[in-house]
């Protein structure tokens, strides 16, 4: 079989680059590739960052010679004219007009949304912190590769303020929640296919729980949280889930299920992408 050829393109700030690292031991594209590999083990992986100055990000040229392209969850709100939302979306469109399927989670979504014409906005709910609960597919979505193999509902890691407020003509809502009404969607654009959600399945626990101590200002500010103390012990108890997921005790504490406690589950979007959309656009472009 012959081997993927991958690029990750990060959207992080330097300086929100290394407050993660500080956090984590790693930013969002390190955490995709590693995922990544776990998935495709000869897979050959690149890091991009297309949304900093000076950055060398590929072309639609360029990316063409890709097998796909991930879009990683990223602080920028794509709704702010900021030269790094600019970039961003400029790679993005790029991305759409090589024709290289491409995956995005959280910001991901919102990015290729944008760049194809829809619109996103601040969630008016507030944020879907740490997990998002009882995501549903649509009638479409029930059928759609990309959710092949998740039950009826489902919940998976989540942390983001942000949603996509209208999807962009050519698009297709696949799933949803009480919270954001578009958890996941394939978007088809200047001869690009993009399949995305707006939660994590990139993401080990861990991270989730670094999100939370990050964040935990505005957890407070919005009442999903007392004070601190209480944001520590729930973020304790997804790092300790992340150390020994058979607990099942913590498991019921925090209300989850193998869905997000298994590390293969848990990553169900990212490998239908690969196995029902890359492999057979790498076959059909002549490259397997």
Not at 68 to 93: I, K, N
Not at 107 to 113: D, E, P, R, Y
Not at 167 to 172: M, S, Y
Request: contains cysteine.
């Amino acid at each position: 079989m012959t081997t993927l050829r991958f690029l990750v393109a990060e959207s992080e700030t330097a300086e929100d680059r290394e407050r993660r690292r500080a956090s984590v031991g790693r930013s969002s594209g390190e955490t995709y590739l590693g995922t990544l590999r776990a998935i495709v083990p000869d897979a050959d992986c690149e890091l991009a960052r297309p949304a900093e100055e000076g950055a060398a990000a590929p072309d639609a040229a360029a990316l063409s010679g890709y097998d796909a392209v991930f879009l990683t969850g990223s602080p920028l709100h794509v709704y702010d004219d900021t030269p790094e939302v600019r970039r961003q979306l400029a790679f993005m469109r790029d991305v759409f007009r090589s024709g290289t399927p491409s995956f995005g989670s959280c910001a991901g979504l919102q990015v290729a949304t944008a760049a194809a014409g829809g619109t996103v906005r601040r969630n008016r709910r507030g944020h879907e912190a740490a997990f998002a609960r009882r995501i549903t597919a649509t009638t479409e979505g029930r059928d759609h590769p990309l959710l092949a193999g998740r039950p009826a509902a489902w919940d998976a890691l989540a942390i983001h303020s942000d949603e996509v407020e209208r999807l962009p003509e050519g698009a297709t809502l696949l799933a949803g929640n009480g919270v954001s009404a578009v958890q996941a969607a394939e978007i088809r654009h200047e001869g690009g296919i993009f399949w995305g959600v707006q939660y994590h399945p990139e993401l080990p626990l861990d991270e989730a729980a670094a999100a939370l101590r990050r964040q935990a200002a505005d957890l407070i500010e919005q009442g999903l949280a007392r004070d601190e103390a209480a944001v520590e012990a729930y973020a304790s108890l997804i790092e300790a889930l992340h150390r020994e997921p058979e607990r099942r005790d913590l498991a019921w504490q925090l209300g989850l299920d193998p869905q997000v406690t298994d590390a293969d589950r848990r990553r169900t979007e990212l490998r239908n992408f690969i196995e029902q959309l890359v492999r057979p656009t790498q076959r059909a472009r002549g490259r397997a």
